[in-house]
C-alpha cells in the first residue's frame, strides 16, 4: 500500500486536534439525493466513522432547482465512506477511533506527521485566473441590486472562480500543509479521493450535533487584519460597529433560524451568539452562533431542513439559489459545499467549504471560489475588494 | 581529688546529661576516662567495638574490657565488625572504622533520653588533628581542632595534658593495654604523635602551647563569624543580597555555604556562580537550588522533587487503541539487550513518528519549554541499541510495536 494513494480525510482544527481517515471500508458515492439509500449506508456503518462530502448542487434535488453551468471539477453531490482507519491526533499521542496500529497504518500516520511537521515546503508557481473579469463582476452586482430592490431577495451571497488550467500538484499533502500553515482556520481540511483533492482552510462551521443539541455558526462579515496591534485592534472595532456587516450577518441568522425551526423541538431554536468577532491569522470574522434540540435524529432530515447553508446563498434561500445561478459564471461544485464527519454515537461535525482549492487530477484543473454577501447598501467595488482579501493568502501560498 | 577529675567533674555537671556513654578502647585514655566517671557516680554504660583487626589481639582487648567492666560493675556493651572491615575498605580504614564506631554509638545513645556519648580524646588527640588537617590543606573550620562538644559527643579529656591521664592512671593503680598498632607509624596520626612532636618539641618546647594557641584563635574567628552569620540569616531567608555575600570572607561564606550542605571544594565555583549572569543556577541538593537575579541569589525549591522513577516493563497481549506518550508498546523482538533508564545527556537523539532520521532530544526539550533543572528529571528509556522513549515528551518510531506482533512489551513508568 502506499500512502500517497489511499484516500485520506484530515479534518483539521488548528487546535492542535486532527481527525485523520484513511482507506475505506465501503463508500457511496451519488448525484442524486436519495434519502434511503443514504439513511441505510448509515445504519450499515452506525458503528464506524462516517466521513461525509456534500457538493452545493444537491441544492438541486433538495429545493428542486437546475444549475446551467456543469461542475468542471466533477465531485459526487454527495460522498459517503466508512475508513478502513480513523486516528485522533493530538498533542498528546494518537488514538485508533477505527482500526489498529499496524505497520501500514503506523507508516501513514509516520508519513504524514512528516509532511505536517517538514517545513520545507515545495514551491509552486500557479497563478489564479478570475473566471469573471472585473466589469462583469461590477456589472452583475448592479443587476442583484435591482432584484434586492425589487424585494426578490434582500441577501444574496455572489461568488465568482478563480481557477488555473495544467496545474501539476506532485505533492497534495505538501501544499494543504503549506496553506495550513498560513491559515491555521479551526475547519480546515484535506481530502484526496479518488480523482479529487480538496484543500479547504475554511474558518466556518456549517452544523454541530451533540447529542440533541445543534449548533450552526454562519459566518457574514469580513476585515483582513492590520499591519500593527493598532490598526488590528482598529480594523475589528470597525468590522464590529459596521452596520451593513451586521444587517448582512443578523439578515442570515434570521435565516438559519427558520431552517432550523424545520427540525427543532418547538421553542429551542435559540441565538447563543450575535455577531462576534473571531480573529483568525489571515482575517478577522464576524460569527453568529444558533442553536435548537433537534426533534429528529435522521441526517437526511437535516440535510433536507438546512442545506445549503444561508449564509452561502443569501435569503429567502430558494429565489437566491435561482438567482445564483443566473448570475454566477461557474458551477459552485465542492465550492460552498460541506465536508464533515459522524461518529459511533450519532454527532457530527460539518464546515463550510470556503477559502478552499479544488482540484480534478484528471483534467488539472484547479478551481477556488470566493464570494460575499449583496445587500441593498453593498459597494461593488467594496465587494470586489472583499473577495480578493479573503484569497490573498490561498494565492500567494501557491504562487510561490 | 586531682585537677583532671575535678575538671571531668565541673564539665559533666555542665552537661546535666540523665545517662553517659563511654566508649572505651582499652587504651590509657578511654580507660582513665570510664574510670573517673564511674568514681564520680554518674550513671554510665561502657561502649566497645570490636574490630578484629588485630586478631587474637582485638579479642584479648574485649576480654581485657569485659572484666574491666565487671570488676566496676558498669554494664558493656559490644559491637562486633564484620571481620573483612579490611578488604571492603574503599577508602581510609580509619575513618570506616570511625564511620562504624560512631554509628554504633548514635544507636545507643538514641536509647536513652538526653543521654550523652564521652569520647576520651586528649590533648595531644587535639594537637595531632590540627596536623592531619595541616596535611590535608584543610581551612579554618578544619585547623580550629576538635570542640569539647559537639552535637552528642562529649570530650571531657581535651583541654587536658596526656601525662595528667598517665599519672591519674599510676595513682589508681588501674591497668590498661597497649595498642601495638600505636607503636608503630604506620599511620599517619601516629607518625605525627610519635616522630614529628617528639622531633619539634627538641628545637621548640612550645610547639604544642603554640598549636593550641593557634587553634583557639581560628575557633574565637570562627565564632564571630557565626554570630554575624546568625544575624544574616535573621534578616534574609530566602533572597541574599549580593553585595553582602560578595563582601564576606572566603570563610564566612564557606560558613554560609556549609548552612546549605556544600561543601569547601566548592568555594570557587560558588564565588564564581556569584558574579555569574542573571539566572544562572547553582544546584544544591535534590529540593532546592540557587538562581542568581540581579541584585541577589535567590533560594529556590524545584518544582517536582525528582524521585527515582521505578520501570515497569511487562508483556502486554494486545495493543490499546490510544497511544500517549507516558505508556510504550514497543515490539519484543526488535529489543537488544535490556531495557533501562537514564537521564539526558548532551547529543542524545531520537527517531520521532513522522521525522525523518532523528532529532536532538534537547530540541525537544527546548520546544516543549523544559526548564534546565527539570530536563534532567526526565527519563529517557533505552534498549542496548538506542534510544527508546523521551517519558513524556517523545516515542522513537524505530521498536514500537504493532498489531503484527506477536510479542509486546509495555513499559510504564511511576514516580
Not at chain 1, 452596520?243 to 421553542?267: H, Y
Not at chain 2, 572491615?85 to 545507643?108: M, V
Not at chain 2, 604523635?193 to 574565637?220: C, D, G, T, Y
Request: one cysteine or more; aromatic letters at 10%.
Amino acid at each position: 500500500m502506499k500512502c500517497e494513494d489511499v484516500p485520506i480525510c484530515i479534518l483539521n482544527s488548528n487546535n492542535g486536534e486532527r481527525l485523520i481517515g484513511f482507506e475505506y471500508e465501503s463508500i457511496y458515492q451519488s448525484s442524486n439525493f436519495d434519502r434511503n439509500e443514504i439513511e441505510l449506508f448509515l445504519s450499515n456503518n452506525s458503528e464506524n466513522y462516517v466521513f461525509i462530502a456534500l457538493s452545493f448542487d444537491l441544492k438541486n434535488p433538495l429545493l428542486g432547482l437546475t444549475s446551467r453551468h456543469v461542475d468542471q471539477q466533477n465531485f459526487p453531490l454527495i460522498s459517503l465512506w466508512a475508513p478502513k482507519n480513523v486516528v485522533r491526533l493530538t498533542s498528546e499521542g494518537h488514538e485508533f477511533l477505527r482500526g489498529d496500529r499496524s505497520t501500514e497504518s503506523i507508516a501513514c500516520l509516520d508519513w504524514l506527521v512528516e509532511m505536517e511537521t517538514n517545513e520545507n515546503y515545495h514551491t509552486h508557481a500557479i497563478e489564479l485566473k478570475a473566471s469573471t473579469s472585473k466589469e462583469n463582476y461590477l456589472a452583475n452586482i448592479s443587476k442583484i441590486k435591482a432584484y434586492l430592490q425589487r424585494g426578490d431577495i434582500y441577501e444574496m451571497n455572489y461568488c465568482q472562480e478563480f481557477f488555473a488550467e495544467n496545474v501539476e500538484i506532485s505533492n497534495p499533502l505538501d501544499l494543504y500543509f503549506k496553506l495550513n500553515q498560513f491559515t491555521k482556520a479551526p475547519f480546515s481540511a484535506y481530502l484526496q479521493l479518488n480523482n479529487h483533492l480538496l484543500f479547504c482552510t475554511s474558518p466556518e462551521r456549517f452544523i454541530q450535533k451533540k447529542g440533541n443539541h445543534l449548533l450552526s455558526q454562519p459566518i457574514k462579515g469580513t476585515a483582513r487584519r492590520g499591519k500593527n496591534e493598532k490598526e488590528d485592534k482598529e480594523l475589528v472595532d470597525s468590522l464590529r460597529n459596521d452596520p451593513k456587516e451586521k444587517s448582512e450577518n443578523i439578515m442570515i441568522v434570521d435565516l438559519v433560524r427558520n431552517d432550523l425551526s424545520k427540525i427543532a423541538t418547538k421553542g429551542s431554536v435559540h441565538v447563543d451568539e450575535l455577531c462576534a468577532i473571531y480573529s483568525f491569522p489571515a482575517i478577522h470574522q464576524m460569527i453568529s452562533t444558533i442553536s435548537c434540540e433537534l426533534k429528529t435524529s435522521k441526517f437526511t432530515d437535516i440535510l433536507e431542513a438546512l442545506f445549503p447553508m444561508g449564509s452561502m446563498t443569501g435569503a429567502p434561500k430558494k429565489r437566491a439559489l435561482e438567482l445564483i445561478d443566473e448570475f454566477e459564471d461557474f458551477n459552485r461544485g465542492f465550492y460552498s459545499g460541506s465536508i464533515g464527519y459522524i461518529d459511533p454515537t450519532g454527532d457530527f461535525d460539518f464546515n463550510v467549504i470556503i477559502r478552499s482549492l479544488i482540484y480534478n487530477k484528471e483534467n488539472k484543473r484547479l478551481s477556488c471560489g470566493v464570494g460575499s454577501a449583496i445587500t441593498i447598501s453593498s459597494d461593488a467595488e467594496k465587494e470586489y475588494a472583499e473577495c480578493l482579501v479573503k484569497i490573498e493568502k490561498l494565492r500567494n501560498v501557491i504562487s510561490s | 581529688m586531682s585537677s583532671l577529675v575535678s575538671g571531668i567533674d565541673k564539665i559533666l555537671n555542665g552537661i546535666n546529661a540523665t545517662h553517659y556513654f563511654v566508649a572505651i578502647s582499652s587504651g590509657k585514655d578511654s580507660v582513665a576516662l570510664a574510670h573517673i566517671v564511674y568514681s564520680l557516680g554518674y550513671p554510665m554504660t561502657l561502649l566497645h567495638v570490636n574490630y578484629h583487626l588485630r586478631g587474637d589481639e582485638s579479642d584479648q582487648d574485649q576480654r581485657w574490657i569485659e572484666h574491666f567492666a565487671r570488676s566496676i560493675h558498669i554494664p558493656l556493651k559490644v559491637f562486633d565488625v564484620d571481620k573483612n572491615i579490611r578488604n571492603l575498605s574503599h577508602g581510609n580504614l580509619l575513618q570506616i572504622a570511625r564511620d562504624i564506631r560512631y554509628s554504633f554509638f548514635d544507636k545507643e545513645q538514641a536509647k536513652i533520653k538526653n543521654s550523652i556519648i564521652l569520647v576520651g580524646h586528649q590533648q595531644a588527640d587535639q594537637i595531632e588533628n590540627f596536623w592531619m588537617h595541616l596535611f590535608r590543606n584543610s581551612g579554618r573550620s578544619g585547623l580550629k581542632g576538635m570542640a569539647i562538644k559537639k552535637g552528642n559527643i562529649v570530650r571531657p579529656m581535651l583541654n587536658f595534658h596526656p601525662e595528667l591521664i598517665t599519672s591519674y592512671l599510676k595513682e589508681q593503680n588501674i591497668q590498661w593495654r597497649e595498642d601495638s598498632s600505636n607503636a608503630k607509624s604506620i599511620y599517619l596520626r601516629n607518625f605525627i604523635r610519635n616522630e614529628l612532636m617528639p622531633f619539634l618539641s627538641k628545637s621548640h618546647p612550645n610547639i604544642e602551647n603554640s598549636i593550641l594557641h593557634i587553634q583557639e584563635k581560628f575557633k574565637q574567628a570562627e565564632a564571630a563569624d557565626l554570630a554575624e552569620l546568625d544575624a544574616f540569616n535573621q534578616n534574609y531567608t530566602t533572597k541574599f543580597p549580593l553585595d553582602k555575600l560578595n563582601s564576606f570572607s572566603d570563610e564566612k561564606l564557606l560558613l554560609f555555604m556549609k548552612q546549605f550542605g556544600f561543601k569547601g571544594s566548592q568555594l570557587e565555583s560558588f564565588r564564581i556562580f556569584l558574579n555569574a549572569h542573571t539566572g544562572a543556577q547553582f544546584e544544591m541538593n535534590t529540593t532546592h537550588y540557587f538562581r542568581k537575579e540581579r541584585n541577589h541569589i535567590a533560594l529556590v525549591k524545584l518544582n517536582t522533587s525528582p524521585k527515582f522513577p521505578i520501570l515497569t516493563i511487562e508483556e502486554a497481549s494486545y495493543l490499546p487503541k490510544k497511544f500517549d506518550k507516558k505508556t510504550l508498546f514497543v515490539d519484543k523482538n526488535k529489543i537488544k539487550g535490556n531495557i533501562s533508564f537514564r537521564y539526558w545527556v548532551q547529543g542524545d537523539r531520537i527517531s520521532p513518528i513522522g521525522v525523518k532520521g532523528s532529532k536532538l532530544i534537547s530540541d525537544i526539550f527546548s520546544d516543549a519549554k523544559i526548564s534546565n533543572t527539570d530536563k534532567n528529571n526526565i527519563p529517557i528509556i533505552v534498549d542496548d541499541d538506542h534510544i527508546l522513549w523521551c517519558y513524556g515528551l517523545c516515542i522513537d518510531r524505530r521498536k514500537i510495536a504493532t498489531n503484527e506482533n506477536k510479542e509486546i512489551i509495555k513499559i510504564t513508568i511511576q514516580g
